[in-house]
């Protein structure tokens, strides 16, 4: 339930035309408190549209026609990147292993396969190090082995499918990411895989100061934790042109 305070700042935030996003981020709906906030939207919209009509000013008029005007056309091309589904991430008992992604796979199939039946670029970003590589002192040695080979079976790379390697957080970091996406004509990035909170962030902060729209299913996502997923597609869903969805 909500408590009469926060009902409150929600009205008047609402009132206020705040978008519904910041409106959710900022009060950390969640569930049935989820329900009740777009409840409260609902009764608002319909005390608004019980009122009579007021006809928008000349100038107001203008200003909307000229902000219509200046929308760009626009057709997304989507890219999928499967970020990390890596041997060494998914196989229980690794010092670095993401137990949450081996709960993703059967989703991250499906939409592989539609992907690829519908024509839209694959792309596997793998972690890779090479022995004496900085980073492994500050982490237990893991993904050394060869990129392609060191995918997790169930969601390995087709022929047709891209392998990029990166060592860095964001997978847009010294890697040809950036260039094959613009080449295939890509403006829309379904961002997937692990680890939530470390390099899907980066990748799709990096992501949208490039100038692409994002989205970040879901069901597609694994975290360290549940806990841990639901902050950071909070987080991601404030921000435009980002889809990121959290979990009722």
Request: charged share 20%.
């Amino acid at each position: 339930m909500i408590d009469d305070p926060t009902l409150q700042s929600i009205i008047d935030r609402i009132l206020a035309a705040t978008p519904a996003r910041a409106v959710d981020a900022a009060l950390g709906a969640r569930g049935e408190m989820l329900a009740e906030v777009d409840a409260v939207r609902e009764s608002v919209a319909s005390l608004a549209l019980a009122l009579a009509p007021v006809a928008p000013s000349p100038a107001v008029r203008d200003r909307l026609a000229a902000a219509l005007a200046a929308l760009p056309d626009f057709t997304p091309k989507t890219a999928v990147v499967v970020v990390d589904m890596l041997n060494d991430h998914l196989t229980p008992g690794r010092p670095l292993e993401v137990a949450r992604a081996r709960g993703i796979v059967p989703a991250m199939r499906r939409r592989l396969a539609a992907a690829r039946a519908a024509g839209e670029p694959v792309i596997y970003l793998c972690d890779h190090h090479e022995p004496g590589d900085p980073d492994l002192l500050n982490w237990p040695d893991h993904n050394l082995d060869d990129p392609r080979a060191s995918v997790w079976p169930e969601v390995a790379p087709e022929a047709d499918d891209l392998v990029l390697t990166h060592r860095h957080y964001s997978c847009f970091s010294e890697t040809a990411l950036d260039a094959t996406l613009r080449a295939a004509g890509v403006n829309t990035v379904e961002i997937t895989g692990c680890i939530t909170e470390i390099h899907l962030y980066a990748t799709a902060i990096d992501a949208l100061q490039r100038g692409y729209r994002v989205r970040v299913p879901a069901a597609l996502q694994a975290g360290s934790s549940e806990a841990v997923e639901q902050v950071i597609l909070g987080t991601l869903s404030v921000l435009r042109p980002v889809e990121a969805h959290v979990t009722p």
